[in-house]
């Protein structure tokens, strides 16, 4: 049995899509599955062993470039690859019309959401078969409720995300223990003040563990070295990709981070974690594993940094 996985972005929801795979494979050991990405987030797919081709695909990228003959000529490429093989089953997890429409362009019967439940009603006609699945589910829920209702088995246990990553080599890296601090996200209003990271940089460091602040962009690096300026011996990262990322999380002693993509797959990858929200609900989207984690605040709400230290107490740090 040959499947394919569409689950295309963004970073997190690619993420919760890991345990899928780990379902399928769990339930059906010698299915082949192939995963059609983004190709910005096509090493999260890599990660999973239970993963034997991915399919990057470029949207982000061609849509800003109609125009050209190279995004046409790319796509035919993307689509070429695609339908050289048949597919028993082909998934589409994200329940977009954009994802609906990549899910087309591969052979084989297409299953997804149906019309009540999917993201976005017009990608359900693009399916031949459609499942039920409550939206009040956690989306990696629904992502693996998907899955089992198509391929005919049942989920009664917890994810498993099915990664790791060997902890990052980097010359400047602290020896452990060193705690990852995700200072940076999508939108302002879900960033923590910036007076609780210095102030939980500082109980850090009292501790014996330096902070190190990740950033990729230019204005999340400039926060991160104003924010590592004051606080004692922390490291403001110099840009890094997704696999490198991966292995100085996996290192971590632990994770503190806002909404964003980095805090989920420090679940997935097992390092204890607390998650700030401040402007969004955790709980059809915060971080959700096996592990150690946490889900602090909500929509309004901003987390103390007592609260977060009380946690990592929970955990056996010593904080």
């Known amino acids: 049995m040959r499947i394919l996985i569409v689950k295309t972005s963004s970073l997190g929801d690619v993420i919760h899509n890991l345990p899928v795979v780990s379902d399928i494979r769990r339930h059906f050991p010698e299915a082949v599955i ?28 061609w849509r800003k470039r109609l125009l050209r003959r190279q995004t046409w000529r790319e796509f035919a490429a993307f689509r070429a690859r695609l339908r050289a093989q048949h597919y028993d089953l082909i998934l589409d997890s994200q329940g977009l019309l954009k994802s609906a429409l990549i899910a087309a362009q591969a052979i084989g019967p297409r299953c997804g959401y149906d ?19 409550s939206v009040a589910e956690h989306a990696v829920t629904r992502n693996r409720l998907l899955a089992a209702a198509a391929l ?19 010359p400047w890296l602290p020896p452990a223990p060193y ?40 204005a999340e690096r400039e926060r991160a070295a104003h924010l590592a300026a004051g606080i004692p011996d922390a490291i403001a990262a110099p840009p890094l990709d997704i696999a490198a990322l991966a292995g100085a999380l996996a290192g971590a002693r632990e994770v503190i981070g806002v909404d964003t993509g980095l805090t989920h797959l420090a679940v997935a990858l097992k390092t204890p974690t607390v998650a700030l929200y401040t402007a969004t609900d955790p709980g059809l989207t915060g971080v959700f594993g096996t592990a150690f984690h946490r889900n602090l605040g909500g929509k309004g709400q901003v987390p103390t940094v007592e609260a977060v230290l009380g946690e990592l107490q929970a955990v056996g740090e010593p904080l």
């Not at 939108?187 to 950033?215: F, M, N, S, T």
């Open 115 to 133: 019309e009540h439940t999917v993201r976005e009603p017009l990608a359900a006609r693009f399916y031949q078969r459609h499942y039920t699945v």
């Open 34 to 61: 192939d995963w059609c990405v983004e190709e910005n987030f096509a090493v999260i797919a890599r990660l999973h062993p239970g993963v034997a081709e991915v399919f990057p695909v470029a949207i982000r990228r």
């Open 179 to 218: 705690a990852i601090l995700l200072t940076a996200t999508s939108r302002d209003d879900k960033l923590w003040p910036e007076a609780h990271w210095l102030e939980l940089g500082q109980r850090l460091r009292e501790q014996g563990c330096r902070a190190v602040l990740p950033a990729r962009s230019a």
């Open 152 to 170: 005919g088995y049942t989920i009664d246990d917890a994810p498993d995300y099915g990664i790791s990553a060997p902890p990052a080599a980097l």
